[in-house]
């Protein structure tokens, strides 16, 4: 007999397809309206999100036609949803303190097995215990307080239960660092870690991938994952907030139901709001976690939302770390005449000068990008022989000839003016050098990089970007090398899984871009766990008056006081306070719209 309901996964995993036979279609129809309006592809076939089909499961209890067929790793999931759910409620309504079958701190050291051999922290034992007794789980401690060591320790408690045998950790290229040295330490006999290359490696116990990598390996990691009961891990999770809407949410999305055990690493869960928390933990428990951050905080009230959620994760913050603070500063500088001049043009401000030349200004564009890089220099806008050619500064700067065009002088502005960011830049580097004292620059531009590195010469730079071709060797140069006072990279490429705290404490941002997250990943690289007592954490934030920089810092602040208070935690507010001192995305929503429309008008 023809079973009256089929149900599987479409081919990305992401979502659930429910086929039906004719004679169904009235109830078909009946029951995709209220799975979801709108999933209804057919007379006979319906699409769903996933997330939508786990929320509205109950209602596959009205169809009452014999024979429902199941595809078998979507029921594994739905069984396993349904326990986590029953789990996260009990955890919610109870608090995380109430939890009768949960794990203490006490505990975790007799559960991880004679072959760990890592110190841990007294909180980073809270932190694995609340892990462990989650099931599924969120850590959403600070960078730097360890996260790779709890997840590990996670790990080896749950192999030697037997509830995993093997363990995949996505995240980016710059953390393989931290997983491969953190398993030499942790384990007397550490683990057979291997980096993905073009196939999963299946006689590795712990195996690394990129997010970069994911969407052509999903095939290949749904097997590796299937092949014995295995824990997935996002590392630096934020990376797949857009959840299905992105090209890394969707890939982990469909990762997700071949793990026996899933959980996410991020400092920064929400670095744009809400919607960032609801897709992260739909990877964790989906078709629930979605639902619990939404009806959380639809009152507006964060500090109700943070206690509601504080169950569902854990999280070490900047305090409990123990480090000695620092106060991050804002120094403004003054564009130079013609800087100003064509920064103001940009804007369509134009000047009498400019008129003549709007058409050659207005198509170097006005977005948010390149407002931002005009700010530290409008020449960047001018393309070079190739897309890492630095700006071309002389000796001394020349005197602008009467009557050239502003965009003449645009075009050979380093030969007139010089940035007055990169002049900051250099004289606190060369400053911080002469006192023995190793300095980070970040830029968002490679051409701010290879520019800088130019003006920083004499300090032996190290360079970090996207077409640095062994950024290792740099990195170990800055870290070793007593000539390499500074390096200089971007945050997209370093600002996550690197730890330099044990030879920098001084970092300058030359500009910075909207994304909140990233810049607090940046500020961590220098400010974590196993930060000398007494240490001078010095960081300076560059804005160019009257600027889009003033509109990042505006729109930076908000990002961290929303992440500040779903977290309860006052660290991360305190960071956005920044102290004024005289002298792509990239992470736009659309209030940093609105602030950018009245920095144009």
């Given amino acids: 007999m023809e079973p009256s309901l089929r149900i599987a996964f479409d081919v990305s995993r992401t979502r659930v397809v429910l086929r039906t036979v004719p004679g169904h279609e009235r109830e078909f129809a009946e029951l995709a309206a209220r799975i979801a309006p709108g ?48 789990r996260a409620e009990q955890t919610l309504r109870s608090g995380e303190d109430a939890d009768q079958g949960a794990i203490a701190p006490d505990d975790v050291l007799g559960l991880l097995g004679e072959s760990w051999v890592g110190d841990l922290t ?46 995949l950790v996505v995240g980016p290229k710059s ?7 953190e398993s030499q330490l942790c384990f007397r006999t550490p683990p057979r870690t291997a980096v993905m290359s073009r196939t999963p490696d299946y006689g590795a116990e712990v195996l690394l991938v990129n997010y970069e ?45 071949a793990a026996a055990r899933r959980l996410i690493l991020t400092g920064t869960p929400a670095p744009n709001g809400a919607r960032d928390l609801e897709n992260l933990l739909s990877f964790v428990w989906p078709g629930r976690g979605k639902r619990v951050v939404s009806d959380a905080v639809r009152g507006g009230d964060l500090a109700y939302a943070s206690t509601v959620l504080r169950p569902l994760f854990t999280r070490t913050t900047k305090q409990e770390l123990g480090l000695p603070p620092f106060e991050p500063k804002v120094r403004y500088v003054s564009l130079p005449p013609i800087h100003r001049e064509v920064y103001e043009a940009l804007k369509g401000n134009f000047s009498a000068r400019a008129e003549a030349c709007r058409d050659d200004i207005e198509a170097l564009g006005r977005a948010a990008l390149r407002l931002i890089m005009a700010a530290t220099s409008p020449a ?22 009467p009557g050239d065009s502003l965009y003449t002088l645009l075009r050979n502005l380093p030969s007139y003016e010089l940035s007055p960011k990169y002049q900051e830049a250099v004289q606190i580097v060369a400053a911080n050098a002469a006192a023995g004292r190793k300095t980070i620059v970040w830029t968002t531009f490679v051409r701010n990089i290879t520019t800088l590195a130019e003006l920083l010469f004499p300090h032996c730079p190290a360079v970090v970007h996207g077409g640095t071709a062994d950024r290792d060797e740099e990195i170990r140069r800055f870290r070793e090398d007593p000539d ?22 001084d970092a300058i941002y030359v500009d910075r871009d909207f994304v909140a997250g990233r810049f607090l990943q940046s500020l961590d690289r220098i400010h974590r766990l196993g930060l000398a ?31 500040g208070s779903i977290l309860d935690d006052p660290e991360v507010r305190q960071l956005a306070d920044l102290d004024e001192e005289p002298a792509d995305s990239y992470g736009l929503d659309l209030a940093d719209i609105r602030e950018l429309l009245r920095h144009l008008g």
């Fill in 39 to 86: 999933g209804q592809r057919g007379p006979l076939v319906g699409e769903f999100d996933l997330d939508d089909f786990l929320d509205r499961l109950i209602e596959l209890s009205s169809w009452r036609h014999d024979g429902v067929v199941w595809d078998d790793a979507l029921l594994q999931l739905v069984n396993g949803v349904l326990d986590d759910a029953e």
């Fill in 122 to 167: 007294p909180f980073q034992l809270r932190d694995a215990a609340h892990l462990l007794s989650l099931g599924h789980g969120a850590n959403f401690s600070v960078p730097g307080a360890g996260k790779t060591r709890v997840t590990l320790a996670v790990y080896a408690a749950m192999r030697e239960q037997g509830l995993a045998q093997r363990l």
């Fill in 175 to 181: 953390a393989y660092e931290a997983w491969l040295t």
């Fill in 213 to 257: 990598r994911l969407s052509r390996a999903v095939p290949g990691l749904v097997s590796w994952l299937s092949a014995a009961p295995s824990m997935l891990v996002l590392d630096e999770a934020h990376r797949m907030k857009l959840g299905a809407n992105g090209t890394y949410g969707s890939a982990c999305l469909a990762l997700g139901p």
């Fill in 380 to 401: 960047l806008l001018i393309e070079g022989s190739s897309p890492y050619e630095p700006l071309a500064y002389g000796p001394s700067p020349l005197e602008a000839v």
């Fill in 484 to 505: 390499c006072m500074v390096l200089i990279s971007n945050p997209a490429t370093l600002g996550e899984g690197i730890s330099l705290h044990q030879v920098c404490h």
């Fill in 533 to 563: 007592p007494g240490t001078e954490t010095r960081v300076t934030v560059l804005v160019a008056e009257g600027t889009i920089d003033e509109v990042v810092q505006l729109r930076l602040k908000a990002k961290l006081e929303f992440m």
